[in-house]
């Protein structure tokens, strides 16, 4: 179990790592005026969720639903799993709304500013407190 626990951390760290900095590419994206940097931007967005940010969360949901299934009714009586479970839900549709925005941007019909993705690269900031908080206080 220890074993499929840290390779749950270790893809977790990718996941985040990828989930931190694509919408920091879509900051910049956003701001660039030049045609060779917004396609640079376009090539650095697709790298990074395909080769990097989607296997993660795979592997991610692999190892956690794996750690669940050492024991299923325990975990699932805990309230605090509950909770983790929706805030991962809402992460995996933050992460698929992000394969939406590299389309978009790949299509050159991006029409939100620099600002907009600023606040939106906050959101996993806030899951990942949670989450984490969850997962080692279990409040409840």
């Given at each position: 179990m220890l074993w499929v626990k840290a390779f749950h951390i270790i893809s977790l760290v990718c996941w985040f790592a990828g989930i931190f900095y694509l919408p920091r590419l879509f900051v910049y994206h956003a701001a660039c005026e030049d045609k060779p940097g917004q396609e640079r931007f376009k090539i650095m967005e697709r790298k990074l969720y395909r080769g990097i940010t989607t296997p993660s969360m795979i592997a991610t949901v692999i190892f956690g639903v794996w750690l669940l299934s050492y024991n299923v009714s325990g975990y699932f009586s805990q309230g605090w799993l509950h909770v983790k479970l929706?805030?991962?839900?809402?992460?995996?549709?933050?992460?698929?709304?992000?394969?939406?925005?590299?389309?978009?941007?790949?299509?050159?019909?991006?029409?939100?500013?620099?600002?907009?993705?600023?606040?939106?690269n906050e959101i996993p900031v806030f899951i990942l407190l949670a989450v984490v908080i969850l997962a080692l206080v279990k409040p409840f």
């Open positions: 929706l805030l991962v839900t809402l992460l995996i549709v933050y992460h698929f709304y992000c394969g939406h925005l590299v389309k978009v941007f790949r299509d050159d019909k991006n029409h939100r500013s620099h600002v907009f993705y600023r606040w939106f």
